[in-house]
């Protein structure tokens, strides 16, 4: 028997979240206050949706992972440190660190330095750097944001840090805005070896534009979900794009639905979401409105390397 529940009330502008043993967080790409426009709390904070979750059970927010702007969380399956995107022009990246073995419980919330950059969206292809992490003192931001806490203490900007994911022992995440054409970057952050690389960026919008939400591929590759905001400068409108770990990418998927207004033409609903069945047979992604729709496409896979 199929059924379906609400599973998470009372948030805001959730976002794209992330998969745990556990169960699904579900992010607030939000950091507004209680008391500003209507709100009747502080909004920002990650929640943990559990299986075993009952109806009337209330709530659960991660408060130890701190309250900022965030999209996406992935977790490092052998330290269980989580890394975490922010979603804004001024975005930074940021990892908690757990001071147990319970990822949700207490721990250290820290922000993405590179050695020489404040600012990683002028990079380009094969540009890397050194990493450290800097402590967000007040993760909760009680007064100033996360993100100007962590660029006062020297933490680079990422434009507008999206998708992110774990593949090979390494994190990959999205800037979808970042890059010389501000129209995307893809980067690999590798532990231990504390460097960050630009794997990808955007330099011709017709084979990758705007890289919005990120999943690894039964294969071991990447799937890029795009979040075009125009169709300008090559674009064509929203695909789902492969990503190679060494940076070749193949078309998957096209939303050929585009909006006209006039002369203008915009490129119709963004890919979001897209996660594949436990069995790796079938790909779910949403497509946002107009359509609001999620699809499922069977596999199985073989080829999605």
């Not at 680079?156 to 999206?162: H, L, Q, S």
């Not at 995440?173 to 995307?184: E, I, M, R, S, V």
């Not at 460097?195 to 690894?216: F, H, I, K, Y």
Request: charged share 25%; hydrophobic share 35%.
């Amino acid at each position: 028997m199929r059924r379906t529940t609400a599973a998470l009330l009372g948030t805001e502008l959730n976002c794209a979240g992330g998969r745990f043993d556990q169960g699904w967080v579900s992010c607030e790409e939000t950091d507004g206050r209680a008391s500003t426009d209507g709100r009747r709390h502080d909004h920002g904070w990650a929640f943990l949706v559990r299986l075993d979750r009952k109806p009337d059970d209330p709530p659960e927010r991660v408060t130890s992972w701190g309250r900022f702007k965030r999209e996406g969380v992935v977790m490092d399956p052998t330290t269980r440190v989580v890394y975490m995107t922010e979603d804004d022009e001024n975005g930074r990246i940021y990892r908690f660190v757990p001071s147990t073995d319970d990822p949700f419980g207490p721990g250290s919330l820290q922000a993405l330095v590179v050695d020489g950059h404040t600012d990683t969206s002028p990079w380009k292809a094969g540009d890397k750097g050194a990493v450290s992490w800097v402590e967000v003192a007040d993760p909760g931001a009680s007064g100033a944001t996360c993100r100007e806490q962590a660029a006062k203490a020297g933490a680079a900007r990422v434009f507008r840090g999206e998708g992110v994911t774990w593949l090979d022992g390494s994190v990959w995440f999205t800037a979808t805005q970042g890059g010389p054409a501000n129209a995307g970057q893809l980067f690999r952050y590798t532990p231990g070896k504390e460097e960050l690389e630009a794997v990808v960026v955007v330099e011709d919008r017709a084979v990758l534009s705007m890289p919005d939400n990120l999943v690894a591929t039964p294969g071991g590759g990447l799937l890029v979900a795009e979040d075009n905001y125009d169709a300008k400068d090559g674009c064509r409108g929203q695909f789902l794009r492969l990503v190679t770990p060494d940076g070749q990418i193949t078309d998957l998927a096209f939303n050929r639905h585009a909006e006209h207004d006039g002369e203008e033409v915009r490129p119709g609903a963004e890919f979001a979401g897209p996660c594949f069945s436990p069995d790796k047979t079938v790909l779910f992604v949403n497509l946002q409105g107009p359509e609001d729709v999620t699809v499922a496409i069977t596999g199985p896979w073989p080829w999605l390397a």
